[in-house]
């Protein structure tokens, strides 16, 4: 029998957003570690890190988050090695935010002017020095803005991880569907929470890169 | 006395060898070749000046002091170390040389202070409470103790340069490199950074300078490099160099810059 949309229902789906929210923050925190290691091994002097970094990017960023789900998903399991929706979930956006992240970090670390390399070259600085104190956080204050526009990004890609059962807002909204019938209502509930979780940091992203282009406009 | 220190550091290391000498020096960028068998040297406190037209290589030259070039062929030594032997040698040598650049390249996300005690505190390990007085000191040497607290962009082009002179002394360093510290600057900014130069070369620092300010040439060169299509033309003593350049090539650069009068 068909069930009505009630509150039961509205809360079971509005709940399933704290998932979307942790997928999204694992698969961001990740992503972050990993990029940062992908934007570096990018611009590295040695070919041996360099070229491994472009092919992870090129792959990453050709095929469809949807076949990076799968194959972790699946290929966890050829290998009889048991994998949740959750853990996989999470690893598949984790390497897919790393490539992403990695490529538009690279981007940020090559708008750092070339004389600020060097000047850190020529008083001695060391690679790690000259990172942490010269160029990266120059290199940060240009990424903040694609930053957080990748995050929402993210957030949205999230829900490609129901179709492998994991259940956050989406795969929550087909649950409900499929009780209660009532598509319209559902579904324009589940797009409306994301629009509540990805619209403030639209805002915030569009406000820092005017921020930033009046700060490096003098 | 920081004037006092310096020079004694300059004395104590290998006194017996120049401070810096480029053996038969060649640099391609491609097919272009930037530097043709350059040979150099410059003793300790000598102060040389390195004029040409531009594209000529005379920038590429004092990059190689550094290695922010790298040549292809021929050696070269600062302090007697020889940097075309491996990149161990070169943060050895890029420690002791200073280098001016003709854009700044302050840091701009750090104050004026900062950018002074950076490299000191990461790269020789110096306490930040030391590294804080040597810089004040130096800014005031500079003649701007009153802007440490300030970000780059709120300065003058010409403060700007005297601060990246003051952090490039921070490092107490044996030799110092002018890319056309003034070629970046607003004309009435000129004057202070020559000046600030000719206190330097007057405390006896090893300088090799870039510039096309022939008056600062004339004035604290012991000699001048001319270069043309990358190679050395004419070296001489200033006095020479300009009432009696030998090579046409010479008199027809010094005409085009108004040098000869």
């Known amino acids: 029998m068909i069930r009505s949309f009630g509150a039961n229902e509205f809360w ?4 399933a957003a704290q998932w979307t929210v942790a997928l999204s923050a694992v698969a961001f925190t990740g992503g972050a570690l990993g990029g940062l290691a992908i934007a570096l091994a990018r611009i590295s002097q040695t070919a041996l890190l360099r070229y491994p970094a472009i092919g992870y990017v090129r792959l990453f960023q050709g095929t469809p988050l949807l076949m990076q789900l799968f194959l972790v998903f699946f290929g966890f399991n050829i290998f009889n090695v048991s994998m949740s929706p959750w853990g996989a979930a999470a690893i598949a956006l984790t390497l897919h935010a790393s490539a992403f992240l990695g490529e538009i970090w690279r981007g940020c670390i090559q708008a750092v002017p070339g004389g600020q390399f060097e000047a850190s070259w020529a008083l001695g600085l060391k690679y790690y020095d000259r990172m942490r104190y010269v160029v990266l956080p120059q290199a940060a204050k240009i990424a903040v803005a694609p930053t957080v526009g990748f995050l929402v990004q993210l957030i949205k890609g999230t829900s490609l991880a129901s179709i492998i059962g994991f259940v956050e807002l989406t795969r929550a909204g087909q649950i409900v ?15 409306a929470l994301y629009f509540i979780l990805c619209w403030p940091l ?16 003098r | 006395m920081p004037d006092a220190a310096s020079q004694v550091t300059i004395q104590e290391t290998d006194p017996g060898m120049p401070a810096i000498r480029m053996e038969n020096v060649d640099k391609w960028f491609g097919h272009f070749q930037a530097l043709k068998n350059i040979d150099l040297e410059v003793d300790r406190g000598d102060k040389i000046v390195v004029c040409g037209p531009s594209g000529s290589g005379k920038s590429t030259l004092i990059r190689c002091i550094n290695q922010l070039e790298t040549v292809q062929r021929g050696r070269i030594f600062v302090d007697g170390i020889e940097l075309t032997a491996g990149p161990k040698n070169v943060e050895k040598i890029r420690r002791e040389v200073g280098m001016v650049f003709q854009q700044f390249n302050l840091f701009p996300h750090m104050t004026v202070l900062q950018n002074c005690m950076l490299a000191p505190m990461k790269v020789r390990g110096v306490k930040r409470a030391e590294a804080e007085e040597t810089a004040r000191r130096y800014l005031a040497r500079v003649k701007i103790p009153e802007q440490a607290e300030k970000y780059p962009a709120q300065l003058s082009g010409g403060q700007q340069q005297r601060v990246a002179i003051a952090r490039a002394l921070c490092m107490n360093p044996k030799v110092m490199l002018f890319d056309e510290p003034t070629s970046a600057l607003d004309p009435e900014m000129v004057q202070e950074v020559l000046d ?6 007057q405390e006896g620092m090893t300088m090799v300078v870039v510039t096309h300010e022939m008056g600062f040439a004339r004035k604290v060169a012991d000699r001048v490099v001319f270069m043309d299509k990358g190679e050395i033309v004419e070296t001489g003593d200033p006095e020479t160099f300009f009432s009696n350049p030998r090579h046409q090539r010479t008199r027809t650069f010094l005409g085009q810059i108004g040098g000869t009068q």
């Open chain 1, 202 to 217: 639209s805002l915030l992203a569009r406000n820092l890169e005017q921020r930033f282009s009046v700060a490096t406009r």
């Open chain 1, 12 to 15: 079971f789906i509005v709940l």
């Open chain 2, 196 to 201: 600030t130069m000719i206190d330097l070369a």
């Open chain 1, 177 to 191: 569907n499929n009780a209660t019938f009532a598509p319209f209502t559902v579904f324009g509930l589940v797009a």
